[in-house]
């Protein structure tokens, strides 16, 4: 059974850095997709960044320029170091990982910039 385990997040002020990292267990393949969604209170969840294994990367526009993703292939990890966070960054990060079609959650963190 594939489990996605979060960490980082938190409480930072306006201009500040956090950096979120996801690590998978339960497989000896490399995910096709690893990536991070946020949810924003009375929001849908949107996507914020992805990467494929062979390294492309998919950024929401209102994160170019702030955020990077990368991901560790062999560990089958991913971080997402965020910079010049904005209040409306604030949500509940939730990490997504694909293999075989197949998409996979994990528990979700929480992120809140103060203003």
């Known amino acids: 059974q594939v489990q996605l385990v979060e960490s980082g997040g938190g409480l930072v002020q306006a201009g500040g850095s956090l950096r979120l990292s996801c690590a998978a267990s339960g497989t000896i393949f490399s995910m096709n997709v690893m990536g991070w969604y946020r949810q924003a209170p009375g929001k849908q969840r949107e996507l914020v960044a992805a990467i494929r294994s062979g390294g492309s990367t998919n950024y929401a526009d209102s994160v170019k320029g702030r955020f990077t993703l990368s991901r560790d292939n062999r560990k089958n990890t991913v971080a997402l170091q965020m910079n010049s966070l904005k209040f409306e960054d604030t949500g509940v990060y939730y990490c997504?990982?694909?293999?075989?079609?197949?998409?996979?959650w994990g528990q979700g963190i929480q992120v809140t910039v103060s203003s």
């Open positions: 997504n990982a694909e293999l075989a079609s197949l998409a996979y």
